[in-house]
C-alpha cells in the first residue's frame, strides 16, 4: 500500500500535493494522485468519477469532493450512481475538503477525494 498523499497547498488554480505542484483539479484514488478533468460542478459528470464507481467500496468506502469555492449539491445523477455503487459521498467546498483530505488520510481511511480547482 502507498502512503497516502497529502495536500500540502491548493489555490492559484491547483494543489501542491506531497510537495509536487498539479496544476487543475485533482483526484486521489487508492492512494494515486492524478489529473481530474473537471473544471466546476457544474461541468461533473458521472463519467468524470467512473473510476471511482470501477474501483468500488472496497478502495473507497467513500468520495470526499471539494465542490469549488463554496459548497454545493452535486447533480443526482452523481449521487443516485454513487449509492448505487454502495460509496458514500460527502462534498464541501474545496478548501474545506483539501483539508479533511489530510485528516482522514493520517487516521488511515478508505476514500477518493476528487477536489475543483480554485
Do not use: C, K
Not at 468519477?49 to 470501477?54: N, S
Not at 454502495?86 to 476528487?114: C, D, K, P, Q, W
Amino acid at each position: 500500500m502507498r502512503q497516502p498523499p497529502s495536500i500540502d497547498a491548493y489555490g492559484d488554480g491547483g494543489f501542491r500535493v506531497s510537495g509536487v505542484w498539479r496544476p487543475g483539479s485533482l483526484l486521489i484514488l487508492d492512494d494515486a494522485p492524478m489529473d481530474w478533468p473537471v473544471a466546476s460542478l457544474a461541468a461533473l459528470t458521472l463519467n468524470a468519477l467512473q473510476a471511482v464507481i470501477d474501483a468500488g467500496p472496497v478502495i473507497s468506502e467513500f468520495v470526499l469532493l471539494g465542490t469549488g469555492p463554496v459548497q454545493a449539491l452535486p447533480p443526482r445523477e452523481i449521487r443516485e450512481a454513487l449509492r448505487a455503487a454502495r460509496i458514500g459521498l460527502e462534498f464541501m467546498s474545496t478548501e474545506a475538503a483539501a483539508r479533511m483530505h489530510n485528516v482522514l488520510a493520517s487516521e488511515g481511511r478508505r476514500f477518493a477525494t476528487a477536489l475543483v480547482a480554485v
